[in-house]
Every structure is written in C-alpha cells, then in structure tokens.
C-alpha cells in the first residue's frame, strides 16, 4: 500500500488496520514528512508506527542525497526515493513539477 500522506495524532484504530495489513502480507509503504524532522525523535504518522510492516520514506534529490525539507532518522525512516522536482500529473489533465516525500513514497 502506498500511503503518500501524514498528519495528524497517534491513532489506534490506525495501527490495528496497519497491522491487519501486515498479517494479510501487506507492506504499508509511508511518506516521512516534509518538515525536516528527525523521526526518530519527533513523531509523524502513518510513517511512524512501530509497525513491522511500515516502510518509511524519505524524499532524495537529483544528487542523490536527503532533500532538506525531508524528515529523517535513522531507525523510523528505512529508504529515500526521488523526491524533489518529480514529473507528475495534476488537476485538468496537466504535469507540473511537484517535491515531497509524497512523490518519493510510491516510487
């Protein structure tokens, strides 16, 4: 599952459909943030479910390095992806150029 969003609190009926997830083999693939946050010492959600089926995301750009708007750590977020400038389409049929760890989650 590819969660390309985040906010908000800590929610336990959240986790357990997390959880439903992985116990039916699903792999919850989640954004990091877009706040230059550490993770593993400030939380964000859905990424930071202690969940072992979440797979936090982290936004990279075109050097291959993490993007500065991106949140981070090292145990909460597990991989980087393209995630600045990336080709996509918006509303009315057309592309732009959008950054976040939104574009880099379902890469």
Same mark, same amino acid.
């Given at each position: =599952? @590819? +969660?390309?969003w985040g906010?908000g609190? *800590?929610? *336990?009926i =959240?986790k *357990?459909a997390?959880e439903k997830?992985?116990?039916a083999g699903i792999?919850?693939?989640?954004?990091a943030g +877009?706040s %230059? /946050? %550490?993770n593993? @010492?400030?939380?964000?959600? &859905? @990424? +930071? #479910?202690?969940v @072992?089926n979440?797979? /936090?995301?982290? /936004?990279l750009d %075109?050097?291959?390095?993490?993007?500065?708007?991106s +949140? #981070?750590g090292?145990?909460k977020?597990?991989?980087? /992806? &393209?995630?600045v *400038?990336? #080709?996509s389409?918006?509303i009315d049929? =057309?592309y732009d150029?959008?950054s976040?760890t939104? =574009?880099?989650c &379902?890469?």
């Amino acid at each position: =599952m @590819s +969660n390309s969003w985040g906010g908000g609190g *800590e929610s *336990e009926i =959240m986790k *357990e459909a997390i959880e439903k997830a992985r116990d039916a083999g699903i792999l919850f693939v989640a954004a990091a943030g +877009n706040s %230059n /946050a %550490n993770n593993d @010492s400030a939380n964000f959600f &859905p @990424s +930071n #479910y202690d969940v @072992s089926n979440v797979l /936090a995301v982290a /936004a990279l750009d %075109n050097q291959d390095k993490v993007a500065k708007f991106s +949140n #981070y750590g090292k145990r909460k977020v597990h991989v980087g /992806a &393209p995630g600045v *400038e990336v #080709y996509s389409t918006v509303i009315d049929g =057309m592309y732009d150029r959008l950054s976040g760890t939104s =574009m880099a989650c &379902p890469h």
